[in-house]
C-alpha cells in the first residue's frame, strides 16, 4: 500500500518562494505518476502540476512559469518548487500518487504579508 508524506508547507509573503516535497512508501515508485493537486476554502480541489514515470510535466495554468515538479526516484520522493507566490496561491496542497490512487495529508500554504 502506497502512503505519501508532504512536508515544506507554512507561512511565505508575496513573491517568496517555498520547497514542498512528498516522501512515498510502497515497493515501486519510478513507474508511477505523481501530481502535486491545492485546495482553497471554499474551491474545488485542482492540479497543480504533475510529472510522469519518465519526467513528463504538465502545469495548471495559474502557476506555469512560477513552479515546478521534479521527482527523485532514489529516493522515492517528489517536490514542487514554488516561486513568486501569490496570495491566490494559499491552500492545502496535496501529493497523489495519480497511478494508484494514493492521496497524502497535505501540507497548508500560507502567501501573506
Known amino acids: 500500500q502506497v502512503q505519501l508524506v508532504e512536508t515544506g508547507g507554512g507561512l511565505v509573503q508575496p513573491g517568496g518562494s517555498l520547497r514542498l516535497a512528498c516522501a512515498a512508501s510502497?515497493?515501486?515508485?519510478?513507474?508511477?505518476?505523481m501530481g502535486w493537486y491545492r485546495q482553497a476554502p471554499g474551491k474545488q480541489r485542482e492540479l497543480v502540476a504533475f510529472i510522469t514515470s519518465g519526467g513528463n510535466t504538465k502545469y495548471g495554468d495559474s502557476v506555469k512559469g512560477r513552479f515546478s515538479i521534479s521527482r527523485d526516484n532514489a529516493k522515492k520522493a517528489v517536490y514542487l518548487q514554488m516561486n513568486s507566490l501569490k496570495s491566490e496561491d494559499t491552500a492545502v496542497y496535496y501529493c497523489?500518487?495519480?497511478?494508484?490512487?494514493?492521496w497524502g495529508q497535505g501540507t497548508q500554504v500560507t502567501v501573506s504579508s
Open positions: 497523489s500518487d495519480l497511478t494508484n490512487g494514493a
Open positions: 510502497g515497493r515501486i515508485f519510478s513507474v508511477n505518476h
